[in-house]
Nanobody, 115 residues
């Protein structure tokens, strides 16, 4: 059974940085286009970034600040987040890009941007 485990979240001041990691067991993430998603309190889950074998894509609000990458040797997908803003506060999740044949959702990792 596929299991996704997100980590790396925390409390950071505005302008700070965090690096999130998504580790998988039971499957090889290199076989899929993968994405990062987030859900803020009281809001629907939204797509943040996605990566395939030949491109990366970001929602407008994070362009130039976030970078998605993958390490096939470690079977992980990462999200480097710089210049964080309070509106980036959310629980962050990884899953397949476009949520086509999604894996079971992991527990996510909380990112809180506050002074």
């Amino acid at each position: 059974q596929v299991q996704l485990v997100e980590s790396g979240g925390g409390l950071v001041q505005p302008g700070g940085s965090l690096r999130l990691s998504c580790a998988a067991s039971g499957t090889l993430l290199s076989s899929y286009s993968m994405g990062w998603y987030r859900q803020a309190p009281g809001k629907q889950r939204e797509w943040v970034a996605r990566i395939s074998s030949d491109y990366t894509e970001y929602r407008d609000s994070v362009k130039g600040r976030f970078t998605i990458s993958r390490d096939n040797a470690k079977n992980t997908v990462s999200l480097q987040m710089n210049s964080l803003k309070p509106e980036d506060t959310a629980v962050y999740y990884c899953n397949t890009a476009f949520l086509s044949s999604p894996f079971p959702w992991g527990q996510g990792t909380q990112v809180t941007v506050s002074s």
